[in-house]
C-alpha cells in the first residue's frame, strides 16, 4: 500500500497490507488475549490508557508532523487534534469508574439487585481519516478501558497515524495482543466483517455503514455507525455581532478544509441581514490562506483524497447550472498537489447536490430565508441529522427552533464543536447509537443483571 502526500502527491512509505489468513490469525490471537485483558483490574487498564495519553504529549510533534503529510491538514490543525484527544482521554480516565464499577441499584426483601457491566469481547473498529486521532478515542479508549480487545483498522488514507497509535499504545503497557491494527482498505475491512466479532464500531460514510450494518445484521452483536452529515446553520435577524457570527461562520465551513463530519454544510440566513452577512462572510473567507500544510501561515491544507477534487467541481458545476452564483473560489490551484480555492455559492436551492448531498469539503452553499418557519422546514429538508446551529441572541428563540431541527447536537451561537462530555449521536442517516459521554462508555459493554441472595430462603 502506497502512502502518498497529498500536498505533493510524493511517495511518503510504501507499507504492506493484511491478507484474508492475517486477519483471521489475529482475530484467533485477539480472542484468547482479551480473556486476560478483561481479568486485568479497571485501574491497571486505566493506568495503561493514562500512559497512552502522556506518550501523546511526548511526541506530539512527530505525530502531528505525520497526519499532516498523509492527510494534508496544517501542522497547527494536526497539534489541536492530539490536543483535542488527549482531553476526551482525560474524560474517560475521569469518568470510566463510576460508570463501570459494579453497582447495588434495589434490595427487594432478602434479594441485592446489583447491575454490573462486562465488555464485549473483540471489538471491530472501522475508523474514518479526517481525524484520525479523534474519532478513534472516540471508540478504543472507551473499549479497552473496559476490558475488550480491539481489531482496529484506520483508513487506508491514514495508516500512518494509525500506525503511531498502535505503537504508543503498546508502549503504554496495553498488550500487542489486545490492541491490534488491521492494514489495509475496502478489502481488508471486508474481512473483518466475516469474522466472529462481538461489536462493530464503525467512522465513515453513510454509504459504508449502511453496507456494514446489513452484513453483520445476522450476527445480532452492537453495531454502532458514526456517519455523515450535511449540518445546517442559521443566522437569524436577532444578533450581538454580525462580523463575529459570521467569523464563526467561516471557521465552522471550512475548518479541515471543510472535511469535518459536524463542519457546517448549509448556510440559512434571515432576509432582514442577510446582504450585511455576506459582506463580512465574503471577507472573512478571502483571509483563508490554501497552501502547503507545513507553512504555519496557512490555514487551509491539501484535499486529502485527490478523487474528491472532481467530486467539489461536480457539485460546484451542477448548482451553476441550476442558476446559482459562485461569489468566490471553487477551482484547483496549482498542478502539484489538491490545493481546492474555498468556494462560496449563493442562489442556491434545495434541488442542487450542494444543498442535498455531504460535500466534505470547503464548499458551501448560502440561502435568503424568510423568517424562523421557512428555515426550520429547510433545516429539517435533508436526509442527515448530525448537528445544527441557530445564531440568536435571544437564546430562548434559539432553542424553540433547534428543538424543531432534528439533529443529534443543537448548537445555539456556536458550530462546529464536540464534547467528551456530551453524547455524540447522529439521527437519520448520520449514525446509531453514540460515542463520548456516559453513554459512549457503556456502548461497549453487556450488562448483567445479578439477583442476589445470602441463602435460598424464600422471604
Ligand atoms: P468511508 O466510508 O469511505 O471509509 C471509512 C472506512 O471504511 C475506511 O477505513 C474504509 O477502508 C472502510 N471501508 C470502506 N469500504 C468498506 C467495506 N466494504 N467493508 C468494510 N470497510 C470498508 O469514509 P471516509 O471517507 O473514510 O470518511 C469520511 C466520512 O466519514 C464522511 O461521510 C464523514 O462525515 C464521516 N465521518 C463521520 C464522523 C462522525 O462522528 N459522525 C466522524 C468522522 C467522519
Request: charged share 20%.
Amino acid at each position: 500500500m502506497k502512502i502518498i502526500n497529498p500536498a505533493n502527491h510524493q511517495l511518503i512509505k510504501e507499507i504492506s497490507e493484511d491478507s484474508k489468513n492475517s486477519i483471521t490469525e489475529k482475530m484467533q490471537i485477539a480472542k484468547k488475549a482479551q480473556l486476560q485483558w478483561a481479568k486485568k483490574t479497571l485501574d491497571e487498564r486505566l493506568a495503561c490508557i493514562q500512559n497512552f495519553s502522556n506518550l501523546l504529549e511526548e511526541n506530539k510533534e512527530s505525530l502531528a508532523k505525520d497526519l499532516s503529510q498523509e492527510v494534508g491538514k496544517p501542522y497547527q490543525e494536526a497539534i489541536n487534534e492530539v490536543n483535542g484527544a488527549k482531553n476526551r482521554i482525560k474524560f474517560f480516565l475521569e469518568n470510566s469508574k463510576k460508570w463501570l464499577t459494579e453497582n447495588q441499584v434495589n434490595i427487594d426483601g432478602n434479594t441485592k439487585e446489583v447491575l454490573a457491566f462486562e465488555p464485549l469481547g473483540v471489538i471491530c473498529n472501522i475508523s474514518a481519516w479526517n481525524y484520525p486521532f479523534l474519532v478513534g478515542v472516540n471508540v478504543f479508549i472507551p473499549a479497552l478501558i473496559s476490558g475488550n480487545a480491539v481489531m482496529y483498522k484506520p483508513s487506508e488514507f491514514s495508516t500512518l497515524t494509525g500506525l503511531n497509535i498502535t505503537k504508543y499504545l503498546h508502549a503504554s503497557g496495553i498488550p500487542q495482543d489486545v490492541f491490534i491494527p488491521v492494514i489495509g482498505g475496502a478489502q481488508a475491512g471486508e474481512v473483518l466483517l466475516g469474522l466472529p466479532m462481538d461489536g462493530y464500531f464503525f467512522t465513515g460514510s453513510y454509504k459504508t455503514g449502511k453496507y456494514i450494518a446489513e452484513k453483520v445484521s445476522h450476527k445480532l452483536v452492537p453495531v454502532g455507525l458514526e456517519l455523515g452529515g450535511k449540518d445546517p446553520l442559521y443566522v437569524t435577524d436577532e444578533l450581538v455581532d454580525l462580523k463575529q457570527v459570521a467569523a464563526a461562520a467561516v471557521e465552522g465551513c471550512f475548518y479541515n478544509n471543510g472535511q469535518s463530519c459536524c463542519g457546517v454544510e448549509r448556510v440559512y440566513v434571515n432576509e432582514n441581514i442577510y446582504d450585511e452577512f455576506m459582506e463580512h462572510f465574503l471577507n472573512e473567507v478571502k483571509k483563508l490562506k490554501v497552501g502547503d500544510p507545513a507553512i504555519a501561515t496557512n490555514n487551509q491544507g491539501a484535499i486529502t483524497r485527490s478523487s474528491h477534487m472532481a467530486f467539489l467541481e461536480a457539485q460546484i458545476t451542477e448548482a451553476l447550472g441550476k442558476g446559482a452564483k459562485l461569489l468566490h473560489g471553487g477551482k484547483k490551484i496549482g498542478e502539484q498537489g489538491n490545493f481546492f480555492s474555498p468556494a462560496v455559492l449563493t442562489e442556491v436551492n434545495h434541488t442542487m447536490k450542494i444543498m442535498m448531498e455531504e460535500s466534505f469539503g470547503p464548499i458551501i452553499g448560502i440561502m435568503k430565508v424568510k423568517n424562523d418557519e421557512e428555515a426550520i422546514k429547510l433545516m429539517n429538508d435533508c436526509e442527515y441529522g448530525l448537528t445544527a446551529s441557530v445564531y440568536c441572541k435571544n437564546i430562548e428563540r434559539a432553542k424553540k427552533i433547534l428543538a424543531q431541527v432534528d439533529a443529534g447536537t443543537s448548537y445555539v451561537n456556536c458550530c462546529d464543536r464536540v464534547s467528551a462530555y456530551l453524547p455524540w449521536a447522529g439521527r437519520k442517516n448520520s449514525g446509531l447509537g453514540a460515542t463520548l459521554s456516559y453513554l459512549g462508555i457503556l456502548a461497549f459493554t453487556k450488562p448483567r443483571a445479578w439477583h442476589i441472595r445470602a441463602s435460598a430462603e424464600n422471604v
